[in-house]
């Protein structure tokens, strides 16, 4: 009698082949799950983030105003898109720290809130100096001075100052849009040298 052998003992099965067929899917839905999950986070660690930006802005405005000093051949001139005045500034071209100006300005067309420091070199010749982009995307910007008025016998803001003297504080407020949100900003930082 002939014994009926099976042609392949490594024969795979229905059930089997279902099975494999299955576990690639799931093992491909982790492997996709986790790939866009590390992208997702790749892409909001790298997205900008504006208080970061605003943050550096305030910190430069603020070292710049407490350095700010009386003095007569550069005058205190501000606006309420535009104000400058004498502080510390570490020269370029001297390798040190020395009496200049600084010039922050709201450009309307490109939307930049512009720095612009100048040595007394760059004062004295009238050159002009290093320029910095400190925000973009600035649609709203506006400056404010605080005073004591004497003849009211109160303080006060106001939006230009054309005195000789320093205010005693500098209220800044701007609107940020970034990813089509819009951010609001208001500081206000005293001037040690007025009191």
């Given at each position: 009698?002939?014994?009926?052998?099976?042609?392949?003992?490594?024969?795979?099965?229905?059930?089997?082949?279902?099975?494999?067929?299955?576990?690639?899917?799931?093992?491909?839905?982790?492997?996709?799950?986790?790939?866009?999950?590390?992208?997702?986070?790749?892409?909001?660690?790298?997205?900008?983030?504006?208080?970061?930006?605003?943050?550096?802005?305030?910190?430069?405005?603020?070292?710049?105003?407490?350095?700010?000093?009386?003095?007569?051949?550069?005058?205190?001139?501000?606006?309420?898109?535009r104000f400058e005045f004498p502080t510390l500034v570490t020269s370029p071209r001297l390798g040190y720290k020395s009496v200049g100006k600084v010039i922050y300005v709201y450009n309307t067309d490109s939307e930049a809130l512009i720095r612009e420091q100048k040595d007394f070199?760059?004062?004295?010749?009238?050159?002009?100096?290093?320029?910095?982009?400190?925000?973009?995307?600035?649609?709203?910007?506006?400056?404010?001075?605080?005073?004591?008025?004497?003849?009211?016998?109160?303080?006060?803001?106001?939006?230009?100052?054309?005195?000789?003297?320093?205010?005693?504080?500098?209220?800044?407020?701007?609107?940020?849009?970034?990813?089509?949100?819009?951010?609001?900003?208001?500081?206000?930082?005293?001037?040690?040298?007025?009191?």
């Open positions: 009698m002939r014994c009926i052998q099976s042609k392949s003992k490594f024969a795979i099965t229905l059930i089997e082949l279902l099975i494999v067929v299955m576990l690639i899917g799931i093992l491909s839905l982790v492997a996709y799950a986790t790939f866009s999950s590390g992208v997702r986070i790749w892409q909001r660690f790298n997205q900008p983030i504006p208080e970061e930006d605003v943050n550096i802005f305030f910190d430069r405005l603020n070292s710049d105003l407490r350095n700010s000093f009386r003095f007569k051949d550069i005058a205190f001139v501000g606006r309420q898109d070199s760059h004062i004295y010749t009238q050159e002009e100096g290093v320029i910095q982009t400190m925000l973009r995307n600035v649609n709203y910007f506006k400056v404010q001075y605080y005073f004591f008025d004497l003849q009211k016998r109160r303080y006060l803001w106001q939006e230009d100052w054309p005195k000789d003297d320093l205010p005693l504080a500098v209220r800044v407020e701007f609107q940020l849009n970034y990813a089509d949100k819009t951010y609001r900003f208001k500081r206000t930082f005293d001037i040690p040298a007025s009191s």
